[in-house]
């Protein structure tokens, strides 16, 4: 699939158009300047080209240390990949001197570049759109990201350079009749990688696609959309999404951090497996039990990772400590996986995915129904339900009636849904040991039939 880079300098509305390209609110939206920072993937429909689309950092080109630089280098990289760049430049504003570096710094790349003018919805746009000429870049292309205006024009302007190239026929051989065209792919298992600030989610997803795809560095909150990338692991596809690190409520005051916060919960509500990344050197705190309390209200697979392991000084200590902590904290979870890993040296990290892989398959565990109700009986006979209100419970049979997460209704009589919470657990935990479901989220339902005949005389 052909792919177009949407680049320029900051706010001038490469996010804006980056969502109306692919038909929804997916890269993060503010009047802060350099929002966007990580490269966004997306795929795009605008009438009838089909493509990918990167949205890109603000362009700041210049010379030094710090941020700008790192920012510069991701965005050129997004160009590289891409068939056709578009230059967006706000027609309100004008022309400045930073567009101007900009366009120049496009010009040597070597890739096709078309000139956008974007927010021309009113006569306040004109005197930007004449200005633009200037720019050496052709004439623009005057559209409004957020009203949707000009995009025929933009669909005219691109159509030459995402043409693909039509594929040549097989021969076909006389009386062979063609084989039916195999089915697509299945949906790729979605990772979701989360945890507090500075945590190293980033610096993970690096280490797994040994590249330096995500922005990464001192600074906190360098993340702060979620930032979906395809990865093809040992011939599966997979979708790895760094999310912005989570804080407790109280200390979030800046609006941007409550959207990008906002976007890292969907994120865990779109996702299959929930990686729990903690910091050896600050594991378990208060906000770490939050958001995996999040991601068990979510029903999802859930796996913890400790990072930065190779700066313990007792690993066998504190691996022990942690894992007595985790199973009193995450009882919903009994037997959760728990990875120590070291993104920075690799220890550890050829096993992380092979256990996202099996938290994902008991996740999606489904268990025959007369498996399910021999194990019930087995289970009652072991343990006899407790009276409840002074009359016998009867739990008749189970069924299973879904997957992700494996839910569980179990019939019985009238008394059955006031079973104690303790019997609960006894039921789910025997549940998790037969079926090999340890570490996974469970929902069980009890429902009940009344008995028609109950305070009836003969």
């Known amino acids: 699939m052909r792919t177009v880079a949407i680049l320029g300098r900051p706010n001038v509305g490469k996010s804006t158009l980056f969502n109306r390209l692919i038909g929804r609110r997916r890269a993060l939206v503010h009047d802060l300047p350099g929002v966007t920072r990580d490269r966004i993937e997306g795929r795009a429909r605008l009438r009838d080209l089909a493509f990918r689309v990167l949205d890109t950092a603000g362009l700041e080109p210049g010379e030094g240390e710090g941020l700008a630089p790192r920012l510069l280098a991701l965005t050129l990289e997004g160009l590289a990949e891409a068939d056709v760049g578009l230059l967006v430049i706000d027609a309100r504003t004008g022309v400045t001197a930073l567009d101007r570096a900009v366009a120049e710094l496009l010009r040597r790349s070597g890739k096709p570049i078309l000139l956008v003018a974007n927010k021309c919805e009113g006569r306040a746009a004109e005197g930007g759109l004449a200005e633009a000429f200037e720019l050496g870049l052709g004439e623009p292309i005057a559209i409004s990201a957020e009203h949707g205006l000009g995009l025929a024009d933009l669909a005219d302007a691109l159509r030459p350079f995402l043409a693909e ?15 039916a065209a195999p089915p697509g792919p299945e949906r790729p298992l979605r ?43 040992r011939d599966r596809e997979v979708e790895l999404v760094d999310t912005a690190g989570l804080r407790r409520k109280a200390r979030v005051q800046a609006s941007l951090e409550r959207i990008s916060a906002s976007a890292s919960v969907r994120a865990i509500r779109e996702t299959d497996v929930v990686l729990l990344l903690l910091d050896a050197e600050r594991p378990l705190e208060h906000q770490d039990a939050t958001i995996a309390d999040l991601a068990v209200e979510e029903g999802k697979a859930l796996v913890v990772a400790i990072n930065k392991w190779d700066l313990v000084e007792r690993p066998q200590a504190l691996s022990a400590e942690l894992k007595a902590r985790i199973a009193e904290r995450l009882d919903a979870v009994k037997g959760v996986t728990v990875l120590p890993i070291s993104a920075r040296t690799g220890y550890n990290l050829d096993k992380l995915l092979p256990t996202v892989v099996r938290a994902f398959e008991r996740w999606s565990t489904r268990v025959p129904t007369a498996r399910l109700n021999r194990w019930l009986q087995a289970a009652i006979e072991a343990h006899p339900p407790p009276l409840v209100d002074k009359k016998r419970v009867k739990l008749r049979y189970a069924t299973q009636p879904s997957t992700r997460p494996p839910t569980f209704a179990l019939f019985g009589n009238g008394p059955a849904e006031r079973l104690p919470k303790s019997y609960l657990r006894y039921l789910a935990n025997g549940l998790r040991e037969t079926f090999d479901l340890e570490g996974t989220v469970l929902r069980l339902h009890i429902r009940s039939s009344d008995n028609p005949y109950e305070g009836t005389t003969r």
């Not at 590249?211 to 692991?233: K, Q």
């Open 165 to 179: 190239p039509a594929p040549e026929p097989a021969p076909e051989r006389e009386g062979e009749v063609a084989a």
């Open 191 to 233: 990772v979701a990688v989360v945890g507090r600030p500075n945590v190293g989610k980033s610096s993970l997803i690096n280490a797994l696609l040994c590249s330096d795809r995500l922005l990464t560095g001192p600074e906190p909150g360098l993340t702060r959309d979620a930032v979906r990338i395809a990865w093809r692991w």
